[in-house]
């Protein structure tokens, strides 16, 4: 009994021993928050905890007055929440405190209803352990300047015809006499919408070149000069998938461009290779056999991306079609879409050719994600190698950046002035306005000099010099010879 006593006692001993170890190494292994990052963009702000290790943690809204709770387990903070910049962000102020069952407490105090996203990433080459809070505002468009909602609608029926048409001649049947009706209403004179894509960006830098030069940086300078070089010609405008430095997935950079009813999306990047040597431009389009991989990909996942085939914008709306006319209809569009994509990355390339060394002297296809819209023509532009020192540092020059942005715009609506979609100004200026002679333009009620010049892409000196002009004043029916 008294051994027996005493093997009991011992054990307890060796427990109660264990039980301390274990609470001495729960507190030696207290995550630290090492450092904080803010990524604000237009429909919402990323808060990024970089961690010491894993972290177990709570988000939850009070309001009166509006705020974000943020709780972490076991969690110190070793760094100042002062130097977190809250510009531009829902966020007024950032407070933190230790809760009493330990742990830490980060209070956002809002200026708006935020619906708050939370989840942890896995170390990596570049970062730590993460624990990610996206406080996201409902209503919000993830584009700060989104097109025109008549101008949507314009487009949607104007896509609801093509598809009709195509559909018609894939089954031989007559197209849809209500489809064909859209063509008889008046010319709605539509703007060309091109989606920029700035690859990269917030948590991801994109590749960094050997002076530090980051990728996210210098393709977002490079596609908001492409934008403003779209929005000064008349009969097009340009969105951005992302204009700030923030993070937007792949999928949702092409989904914005479905959003914002893009007839083209260019996406733009600079290479990086382990060796310094390599330099030049490259213009890549989507593969065959990425395509054909994806068609099958689209369809398996009909029933997940409802949003995309045949859902919330309708564009393609295949979902009262059988499987097999499905299968058909979009091959059909994923081939007029690369065959359109390849047409203009040719134009592109020829215009980079000219500012630019090229690496490859053809379009390159390769299975890019973000080249994946099934009828959206669409083109992934490496402006250079970053890894090269030389080419870096032209890439950081506001220069070559216009250069590079000017070669872009200038291929994308060279292909456009030969294949204007119906229902845009440009189908219109050539239908209505030149009247025999391709080098002739015929002035229209509201037209200005600066206006006919830049639509041209020539300046309006050249554009007065050919028609022996002295005063910017046009008559409407005059008809212009463009040189
Ligand atoms: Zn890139």
């Known amino acids: 009994m008294r051994a027996l006593l005493a093997g009991w006692r011992r054990q307890a001993l060796l427990a109660l021993t264990a039980l301390v170890a274990i609470v001495a190494s729960a507190s030696a292994q207290a995550v630290e928050v090492d450092n904080m990052r803010l990524w604000s963009a237009p429909d919402h702000v990323r808060l990024v905890f970089d961690m010491s290790g894993p972290v177990n943690a709570n988000v939850f809204t009070l309001a009166d007055p509006d705020r974000v709770v943020i709780d972490l ?7 100042d929440i002062g130097q977190l910049d809250l510009d531009d962000s829902a966020i007024d102020q950032v407070r933190t405190g230790v809760r009493e069952s330990g742990g830490l407490r980060v209070v956002l105090d809002v200026n708006r209803r935020v619906a708050p996203q939370s989840f942890t990433l896995a170390p990596n080459e570049q970062y730590s352990d993460r624990f990610v809070v996206d406080l996201n505002y409902p209503g919000e468009s993830a584009v700060s300047d989104p097109i025109d909602p008549i101008e949507a609608m314009v487009r949607d029926q104007e896509m609801a015809a093509q598809r009709a048409q195509a559909e018609a001649s894939a089954t031989g049947q007559a197209p849809d006499p209500q489809e064909a009706r859209v063509a008889a209403q008046p010319h709605p004179k539509r703007d060309i919408i091109v989606a920029v894509d700035a690859g990269h960006g917030g948590e991801d830098p994109g590749a960094t070149g050997p002076s530090g030069t980051r990728e996210k940086d210098v393709v ?4 908001r000069k492409l934008k403003a070089r779209f929005d000064q010609t008349p009969g097009f405008k340009a969105i951005m998938t992302r204009d700030g430095d923030y993070y937007v997935g792949l999928r ?3 989904l914005i461009a479905r959003q914002q009813k893009a007839d083209f999306f260019v996406s733009i990047h600079a290479d990086a290779v382990r060796s310094s040597q390599p330099y030049g431009s490259s213009v890549y389009a989507l593969s065959q056999g990425g395509a054909s991989s994806e068609t099958a990909r689209w369809l398996a996942a009909t029933e997940n991306e409802s949003d995309l085939i045949g859902g919330v914008d309708g564009n393609l709306s295949l979902d009262d079609k059988d499987e097999v006319l499905r299968g058909v209809l979009l091959d059909l569009t994923m081939t007029a879409t690369m065959n359109d994509s390849l047409a203009t990355g040719g134009q592109v390339l020829d215009q980079l050719g000219r500012i630019n060394k090229l690496h490859k002297s053809s379009v390159e296809q390769a299975g890019f994600v973000v080249l994946k819209s099934p009828d959206i023509p669409s083109l992934l532009v490496e402006t250079g190698f970053i890894s090269n020192p030389r080419e870096e540092a032209q890439l950081r020059s506001s220069s070559h950046q ?5 070669a872009v715009y200038s291929g994308v609506v ?7 979609p119906p229902t845009s100004l440009l189908a219109w200026q050539r239908d209505q306005g030149r009247g025999g002679a391709s080098n002739e333009y015929r002035v229209q009620s509201g037209d200005t000099l600066s206006q006919v010049a830049a639509s041209h892409d020539i300046t309006m000196q050249a554009l007065k010099q050919a028609n022996g002009l002295d005063s910017d004043i046009l008559r409407v029916g005059q008809v212009l010879t463009i040189p």
């Open 73 to 79: 387990d076991g969690t110190d903070l070793d760094f």
């Open 220 to 223: 977002l300078d490079i596609a």
């Open 252 to 254: 949702q950079r092409t």
């Open 402 to 406: 216009a250069e590079l942005a000017q």
């Open 414 to 420: 060279a292909h456009f002035r030969q294949h204007p």
